[in-house]
């Protein structure tokens, strides 16, 4: 199963958490800095169109474990609460379109 492994401890900011993600996803230089961007590169796992380091099977799911999720929780609420609602959104489309789920988000 693939896994993608955020660290908490070290996302204190919105600037934070984008950098970490665009290191530990493999996304693409241009990337947005922005939830919108966040989407849309996590969004066609499936396709391997160089969006994401990540290209999942037909029922593969990618798991986004938060370590020290309480820290992150703690300094930054308004992230866990986005990062939740844009994983279901990301879940939702793919049902939308008679997929299976892409993404699992493990609070650690």
Known sequence: MATARLNGELITDWDSFHSQ?????????????????????????????????????????????????????AAAPDIVEELQFCVAMINERCEDYEEPATLKLALL
């Open 21 to 73: 993600c665009a290191s530990v996803f493999g996304f693409p230089e241009f990337y947005g800095n922005n939830m919108n961007a966040w989407v849309d590169c996590l969004s066609y796992l499936r396709d391997d169109d160089g969006m994401s380091k990540f290209v999942l099977k037909d029922n593969e799911v990618l798991t986004i474990e938060v370590q020290h999720s309480d820290k992150l929780r």
